[in-house]
């Protein structure tokens, strides 16, 4: 089906033409029909929306949903979208474990291609997942910038606390995958800090598991916010 070109306005017989009616006539004129075939190689389109588009017709992908707008680009050897900045830089590794790992989980790396859940997270771990992957998948990981963490209430009696923006990311005597949120003004604690929540509490976050927004600073930093 060839292209069609809908002009910007109508000029009629009696129409009065100005500088403006040309003006509008150009720049207000839209293409349809055009597909990727009729583009020169190595040009792409760039799909805008929320919906997940067809990768071989839009390999670029600006998800503009409100909550989290990403750049995204179509990883044709892995099967799936990462995000490409600038906001949030992802890498594709495999799901090691034999389970179905949901999107926040901190994970560490086990294998040159894979990850697992970080159960006792050291400054090694790989990043935070960015989609519910299966066993044997591959899935996005954040390694940095703003992106998700999985919230769940510490499992001990320590200072139990929802998160709030501005509290630090450390791993502290959590579930395997869950991240716990510890105040740094009233007790910064020890160990390796991952990141901070961007997010106030949301409704019903303590004690079950939470995806909350984070600047994740990357799996070498070692110094308290």
């Given at each position: 089906?060839?292209?069609?070109?809908?002009?910007?306005?109508?000029?009629?017989?009696?129409?009065?033409?100005?500088?403006?009616?040309?003006?509008?006539?150009?720049?207000?004129?839209?293409?349809?029909?055009?597909?990727?075939?009729?583009?020169?190689?190595?040009?792409?389109?760039?799909?805008?929306?929320?919906?997940?588009?067809?990768?071989?017709?839009?390999?670029?992908?600006?998800?503009?949903?409100?909550?989290?707008?990403?750049?995204?680009?179509?990883?044709?050897?892995w099967k799936l979208w990462l995000a490409?900045?600038?906001?949030?830089?992802?890498?594709?590794?495999?799901?090691?474990?034999?389970?179905?790992?949901?999107?926040?989980?901190?994970?560490?790396?086990?294998?040159?291609?894979?990850?697992?859940?970080?159960?006792?997270?050291?400054?090694?771990?790989?990043?935070?997942?960015?989609?519910?992957?299966?066993?044997?998948?591959?899935?996005?990981?954040c390694c940095q910038g703003i992106g998700?963490?999985?919230?769940?209430?510490?499992?001990?009696?320590?200072?139990?606390?929802?998160?709030?923006?501005?509290?630090?990311?450390?791993?502290?005597?959590?579930?395997?995958?869950?991240?716990?949120?510890?105040?740094?003004?009233?007790?910064?604690?020890?160990?390796?800090?991952?990141?901070?929540?961007?997010?106030?509490?949301?409704?019903?976050?303590?004690?079950?598991?939470?995806?909350?927004?984070?600047?994740?600073?990357?799996?070498?930093?070692?110094?308290?916010?």
């Open positions: 089906m060839p292209a069609t070109l809908t002009r910007g306005t109508t000029v009629t017989i009696d129409t009065e033409v100005t500088s403006q009616t040309l003006h509008n006539l150009i720049e207000s004129a839209l293409v349809a029909g055009i597909t990727a075939s009729d583009l020169i190689a190595g040009s792409h389109f760039l799909s805008v929306g929320t919906a997940t588009p067809n990768p071989s017709a839009y390999p670029f992908w600006y998800n503009n949903d409100p909550e989290d707008p990403v750049m995204r680009y179509w990883a044709e050897p490409c900045g600038p906001d949030r830089w992802e890498y594709p590794l495999m799901n090691a474990a034999a389970t179905m790992l949901p999107m926040g989980c901190m994970v560490t790396r086990s294998g040159s291609s894979a990850f697992s859940v970080a159960q006792n997270a050291t400054l090694t771990f790989a990043g935070f997942l960015q989609a519910t992957t299966a066993s044997g998948a591959y899935g996005p990981v998700w963490v999985l919230h769940i209430s510490s499992p001990s009696t320590l200072a139990t606390q929802t998160p709030t923006g501005g509290t630090a990311l450390k791993n502290f005597g959590s579930p395997a995958g869950g991240v716990y949120g510890l105040s740094v003004g009233s007790d910064a604690g020890s160990g390796p800090y991952f990141g901070m929540f961007l997010e106030s509490n949301r409704s019903g976050a303590s004690g079950s598991g939470s995806r909350f927004r984070a600047w994740i600073w990357g799996p070498t930093n070692t110094v308290a916010p």
